[in-house]
């Protein structure tokens, strides 16, 4: 196994001083790279060196592939860990990043390209047997929005609009009625085009008070795969997820057992290696049915690590590095109960409206909570990303306490 000596982190916020904590406590030298207007925040500070990208629109910024590949170039590093957002369920940047020698910390380009677009997900889904909605849905080439108006009211109301590439509940309505149709997808559209550079969506039946419940998994270049409990995110707004938490709970076994062995058949059928999220709608009957895989490191990763006592991160970097996964199967336990809720700059007043301005306090009064953040105190929060500030997180369990000074909460005896 070649071990890294230098990664840059291709994000920003509290993912990136996530990834960066990490990195140094494996001896691994950081590159950051940050725009104008995220020059003074913490990951910035905290990496060994800080390259600055010039501008602050994401697509000339933390989205521009020539420029971060020249930086990495520039600094001579061994591979880029994408975070999540951006650029890390883009397939030419992996593909970039490997033709110039460089290692993209993720799944194959070839794994992102078939889980990256939702309607040939759902179609590797069918062909191995893995539930996918059983209503009729549309994942067509015609775009055009009467044949679209057409294949809804043949689905019947309510439906889902669906961005066919992207996620974090972009390019996604629900339309209850035909005389909404058009306006939720031109919204749907215009998102999913400033999003993900790509307007082409899919519609299908929009299940009424599901659970959204997700399958960590996790594969390395070996052939071996194994699940990390099942998370629960069904405490959602705008198809956003701000509550989450592990492992699900109220789920009967045939439901568990079934989620995970059809989680472990998709990373399959992909050859998946690197840390992948496979979610699920699960209905009052404890039917399931696949939704989406994500193919990177998920926001709520945290309460995965605080229930089983694994840094998925350096999991990531291990596997990365082309080694064996640290724990096999029957290794993996949890104890406990971990629930995560997002902050975000938003005003209430304003029907939670992001919100920009300077942060005039800004901490974690609960010293036992993991406060994994991306501002402080006197930082600005421009208009430019996403609202999100920072997570915080609880654990139920009497063996384990969070340590804030390092934000971890593994239990390491």
């Not at 990136?16 to 950051?32: D, F, L, N, S, Y």
């Not at 020539?66 to 880029?80: M, P, S, Y």
């Not at 999913?192 to 519609?203: K, Y």
């Amino acid at each position: 196994m070649t071990k890294f000596k230098k990664i840059l982190i291709a994000n920003r916020g509290e993912i990136a001083c996530r990834i960066i904590r990490t990195c140094h406590q494996m001896g691994i030298e950081t590159i950051a790279i940050y725009s104008d207007t995220d020059k003074t925040l913490p990951f910035v500070k905290m990496a060994r060196k800080a390259v600055p990208l010039s501008g602050n629109d994401a697509k000339e910024t933390y989205l521009n592939v020539e420029k971060i590949i020249g930086i990495c170039r520039q600094e001579n590093v061994d591979a880029v860990h994408p975070g999540y957002g951006f650029l890390s369920e883009n397939a030419d940047f992996a593909n970039a990043l490997s033709q110039a020698g460089i290692v993209f910390i993720g799944p194959s380009p070839k794994a992102i390209e078939a889980m990256g677009s939702k309607s040939e997900a759902k179609q590797i889904a069918h062909s191995v047997n893995v539930p996918i909605i059983r209503w009729r849905r549309y994942m067509g080439e015609n775009q055009k929005p009467n044949h679209l108006l057409n294949e809804a009211k043949d689905i019947g109301f309510p439906v889902l609009i669906k961005a066919t590439h992207g996620g974090g509940g972009k390019g996604m309505r629900r339309v209850n009625a035909e005389s909404e149709l058009i306006a939720a997808l031109e919204g749907c559209q215009r998102e999913a085009s400033n999003a993900f550079s790509n307007a082409h969506v899919m519609i299908e039946k929009y299940i009424v008070e599901p659970r959204h419940i997700e399958i960590q998994v996790f594969g390395d270049t070996h052939g071996n795969l194994v699940t990390l409990v099942k998370r629960d995110c069904s405490l959602q707004r705008r198809h956003q997820k701000i509550i989450e938490e592990a492992p699900a709970i109220g789920l009967n076994d045939k439901t568990s057992t079934g989620l995970y062995a059809d989680a472990i058949k998709l990373a399959k059928a992909v050859n998946y290696h690197g840390a992948g999220t496979v979610e699920f709608l699960v209905d009052a009957h404890g039917d399931y049915y696949f939704l989406e895989m994500n193919t990177r490191l998920q926001v709520e990763h945290p309460v995965t690590e605080m229930i089983t006592g694994q840094d998925l991160v350096e999991w990531q970097i291990i596997v990365a590095q082309g080694g064996n996964l640290p724990r096999t199967h029957d290794q993996i336990n949890s104890t406990g109960h971990a629930r995560e809720a997002r902050i975000y700059a938003e005003d209430p007043a304003q029907g939670f409206l992001p919100s920009i301005g300077k942060i005039t306090a800004f901490n974690c009064l609960d010293d036992s909570a993991r406060f994994d953040a991306g501002y402080a105190t006197g930082d600005q929060v421009s208009i430019y990303y996403d609202p999100m500030l920072a997570k915080t997180h609880c654990l139920w369990a009497r063996s384990k306490r969070c340590n804030p000074t390092s934000h971890q909460c593994f239990d390491r005896s």
